[in-house]
């Protein structure tokens, strides 16, 4: 596994007095995974220990090390689902795979839509049953923009990973213009942004959330974290047989070896870490542009704050986690195949 660690990051991005975890960080993953044991998810005490090799709990300890226990529980709820689910998608044994993720898909439309399902998988399937159970927590008491904005960022992230697997079911490299947008879906990170959010209890007008230079500031952290991660994964990627990989996508754009394409990877997210700072400075003018009180800046720049902390709890996480040994199967027998229920 290429090597990575808080030194990829640019002087000032995030430098705390010492890494803190949150106290109820351990309290927090027991109930994760009492959860998800409920769920279906887990079924035997191997899969248990294997999850919990992953350390989730430890990396949202590190990067929301204030808030309450039962935000904690919950933003790291979305996490282990999001990262099981999409484990899921990823058996590339396509063909009628496709229809059984479409049929997952409109069940997910469904519970954020509040529209009911239309014949899909049903709701022992853990897949289903845990975002069922997670989404109305999640989006409880959020305003009609933010409910529409969370829901938006959810099923983009749907959609885009539908399309990255028909990528890696016939073993094709995406070209880079194509790969950027869906990679930002496809990692999550603007949807994390708005469970940042609701788990910090921040609250940002939509003028200013809406706007385009904080709509540019996620994306910045989007790619920040997408692009890291793809150096860090590179060689589960490859085992995996994933070809969405921004490594690989840049070697095949650029006609470069992969050890070429990490250092141009990793200098492309330390210009986007940049222009992260730059907006950051720029918030309290630009709430004051949209004549929104003093509030709105405090409230923003505790946003860009967490994303800070999210992107600096990933560098110390990934020398901790398990999740990407080439020894310990992720995509392929470790887990059942849960969307086939």
Not at 48 to 59: A, I, N, P
Not at 211 to 227: G, H, K, Q, V
Not at 250 to 259: H, K
Not at 299 to 325: K, P, Q, S, V
């Amino acid at each position: 596994m290429p090597m990575i660690d808080l030194s990829v990051l640019v002087d000032g991005f995030y430098e705390p007095p010492r890494p803190s975890v949150n106290p109820a960080a351990e309290e927090a993953e027991d109930k994760v995974v009492a959860w998800l044991w409920k769920l279906g998810f887990l079924s035997n005490e191997t899969q248990e220990r294997h999850l919990r090799s992953f350390k989730f709990g430890m990396y949202h300890g590190i990067a929301t090390p204030t808030v309450e226990l039962e935000q904690l529980v919950l933003g790291i709820q979305w996490f282990c689902w999001g990262s099981l689910a999409d484990d899921q998608y990823d058996n590339y044994d396509w063909g009628e795979r496709e229809e059984r993720v479409h049929r997952v898909l409109c069940a997910m439309r469904a519970i954020v839509t509040g529209t009911g399902g239309d014949g899909g998988p049903p709701a022992d399937n853990p897949v289903i049953a845990g975002f069922a159970d997670l989404w109305p927590r999640l989006t409880a008491g959020l305003s009609g923009r933010r409910l529409q904005r969370i829901t938006g960022h959810f099923m983009d992230y749907m959609q885009a990973i539908v399309l990255q697997n028909r990528y890696h079911a016939t073993g094709r490299v995406p070209d880079a213009a194509t790969f950027i947008t869906m990679r930002r879906n496809t990692i999550a990170m603007l949807f994390q942004v708005d469970v940042l959010e609701i788990v910090s209890r921040i609250r940002i007008p939509d003028a200013l959330r809406d706007s385009l230079l904080f709509r540019e500031l996620t994306l910045c952290f989007a790619d920040i974290l997408a692009w890291h991660n793809d150096v860090y994964g590179l060689e589960k990627d490859i085992a995996d047989g994933q070809t969405c990989n921004m490594v690989r996508v840049i070697a095949a754009s650029e006609g470069c070896t992969l050890a070429e394409a990490v250092d141009r990877v990793l200098d492309r997210a330390e210009r986007r870490q940049r222009v992260l700072l730059d907006i950051q400075e720029q918030l309290p003018r630009l709430a004051r542009s949209l004549e929104l009180p003093p509030e709105a800046a405090v409230e923003a720049l505790r946003l860009a704050t967490d994303l800070r902390a999210y992107a600096f709890a990933d560098l110390l996480w990934i020398g901790e986690t398990r999740r990407y040994d080439l020894d310990l199967p992720r995509i392929k027998g470790t887990f059942d195949d849960l969307i086939a229920r």
